[in-house]
C-alpha cells in the first residue's frame, strides 16, 4: 500500500488480505465480532501510514503485525476481554448434558493449561488450532520461516502435553 494507490488498489489489497487478519485476530480473540472491528481497524491504521510499508516484508506480515498493535490498543481498553474463561460455550456442541458437563471442564481445563503457555508457543498454538493458518502463514505473522512455524508448534504441544501431564 502506497499512498498513492487508488481506492481500486486499496480495494483489492483489502479482498485480498481481509480473510488472513481476520483469521488472525480471531484466534487471538476467539470473537467473530471484535475480530470483525479489529480487522476492520487494522485496514484503518494500514492505510493511514502506508508509506512506512516499505516492502521489506510481505503484506500479510505487515498487515498482521498492525493487527496485532490493534489488539493491543483494544485489550488495554478492555481488559476483560483477555480472560480465556470467557469462552462462549455455544462455541462447543456436546452429545449429552452429562458428557457436555465433563467436556467443557476438560475444555476450561486445556484452555487455561494453553493459556499459561509462554508466547510465542501459546500464539502459534492459537493461530494453528482456532486460526486455522498454515505453517507459512503463521511464519509470515511472526517474521520467521515455515519452519520455525513447525518447531515452535510442535515444541509447544510438547509443554502442553508435559503440563497436562503434570497437572493429572
Same mark, same amino acid.
Given at each position: 500500500?502506497? $499512498?498513492?494507490?487508488?481506492?481500486?488498489?486499496? !480495494?483489492?489489497?483489502? !479482498?485480498?488480505?481481509? $480473510?488472513?487478519? %481476520?483469521? %488472525?485476530? @480471531?484466534?487471538?480473540?476467539?470473537?467473530?465480532?471484535?475480530?470483525?472491528?479489529?480487522?476492520?481497524?487494522? /485496514?484503518?491504521?494500514?492505510?493511514?501510514?502506508?508509506?512506512? %510499508?516499505?516492502?521489506?516484508?510481505?503484506?500479510?506480515?505487515? @498487515?498482521?503485525?498492525?493487527?496485532?498493535?490493534?489488539? $493491543?490498543?483494544?485489550?488495554?481498553? &478492555?481488559?476483560? !476481554?483477555?480472560?480465556?474463561?470467557?469462552?462462549?460455550?455455544?462455541? /462447543?456442541?456436546?452429545?449429552?448434558?452429562?458428557?457436555?458437563?465433563?467436556?467443557?471442564?476438560? $475444555?476450561?481445563?486445556?484452555?487455561?493449561? @494453553? &493459556?499459561?503457555?509462554?508466547?510465542?508457543?501459546?500464539?502459534? @498454538? %492459537?493461530?494453528?488450532?482456532?486460526?486455522?493458518?498454515? /505453517?507459512?502463514?503463521?511464519?509470515?505473522? &511472526?517474521?520467521?520461516?515455515?519452519?520455525?512455524?513447525?518447531?515452535?508448534?510442535?515444541?509447544?504441544?510438547?509443554?502442553?502435553?508435559?503440563?497436562?501431564?503434570?497437572?493429572?
Amino acid at each position: 500500500m502506497q $499512498r498513492s494507490e487508488s481506492d481500486a488498489d486499496i !480495494q483489492r489489497n483489502y !479482498q485480498e488480505y481481509a $480473510r488472513t487478519v %481476520y483469521k %488472525y485476530l @480471531l484466534s487471538l480473540t476467539r470473537d467473530e465480532q471484535i475480530a470483525e472491528e479489529l480487522t476492520q481497524e487494522t /485496514f484503518f491504521q494500514a492505510i493511514q501510514t502506508c508509506e512506512k %510499508y516499505d516492502g521489506s516484508c510481505a503484506m500479510p506480515t505487515w @498487515l498482521c503485525a498492525i493487527a496485532k498493535n490493534v489488539l $493491543r490498543t483494544y485489550r488495554r481498553k &478492555h481488559p476483560q !476481554q483477555e480472560n480465556i474463561d470467557d469462552i462462549r460455550e455455544e462455541t /462447543f456442541a456436546t452429545p449429552s448434558a452429562e458428557s457436555g458437563a465433563e467436556a467443557s471442564d476438560e $475444555r476450561v481445563r486445556l484452555f487455561r493449561q @494453553l &493459556h499459561e503457555l509462554p508466547d510465542p508457543y501459546r500464539e502459534v @498454538l %492459537y493461530l494453528r488450532i482456532y486460526g486455522g493458518l498454515s /505453517f507459512r502463514e503463521i511464519g509470515e505473522v &511472526h517474521s520467521k520461516t515455515e519452519n520455525w512455524a513447525r518447531v515452535t508448534f510442535y515444541r509447544g504441544k510438547e509443554k502442553l502435553k508435559s503440563v497436562i501431564s503434570d497437572n493429572l
